[in-house]
């Protein structure tokens, strides 16, 4: 059984800088898509960063240049450095592992997308 754990949330003031992480245990294939999604009270789910095994990255455009989002393929973990915080950052924020499955040669490897507990991160004023 796959799993995500994510850790680094909390309180912090406006302008402050948080540092979520998330570690997936068990066996899980390398190529895939790791990410962080947020969900504020009465909003949808959103997509706040994303990151290939290959290192490409999306953003969403309210975090351009203020989050940054990088992982650690051998330790199978993503994390979002969260930089110059605003109130409108307060979410519960997510942690995702995705990929589309496939053969890899002679093996073939089940699609997946698995999700975190989730940690919340509030920003005062």
């Known amino acids: 059984q796959v799993q995500l754990v994510e850790s680094g949330g909390g309180l912090v003031q406006a302008g402050g800088s948080l540092r979520l992480s998330c570690a997936a245990s068990?066996?899980?294939?390398?190529?895939?898509?790791m990410g962080w999604y947020r969900q504020a009270p009465g909003k949808q789910r959103e997509l706040v960063a994303t990151?290939?095994?290959?290192?490409?990255?999306n953003y969403a455009d309210s975090v351009k240049g203020r989050f940054t989002i990088s992982r650690d393929n051998a330790k199978n973990t993503v994390y979002l450095q969260m930089n110059s915080l605003k109130p409108e950052d307060t979410a519960v924020y997510y942690c995702?592992?995705?990929?589309?499955?496939?053969?890899?040669?002679?093996?073939?490897?089940?699609?997946?997308?698995?999700w975190g507990q989730g940690t919340q991160v509030t920003v005062s004023s």
């Open positions: 068990g066996s899980i294939a390398s190529r895939n898509v």
């Open positions: 990151i290939t095994s290959g290192g490409s990255t």
């Open positions: 995702n592992a995705q990929s589309s499955g496939g053969y890899s040669g002679t093996y073939y490897l089940k699609p997946y997308n698995y």
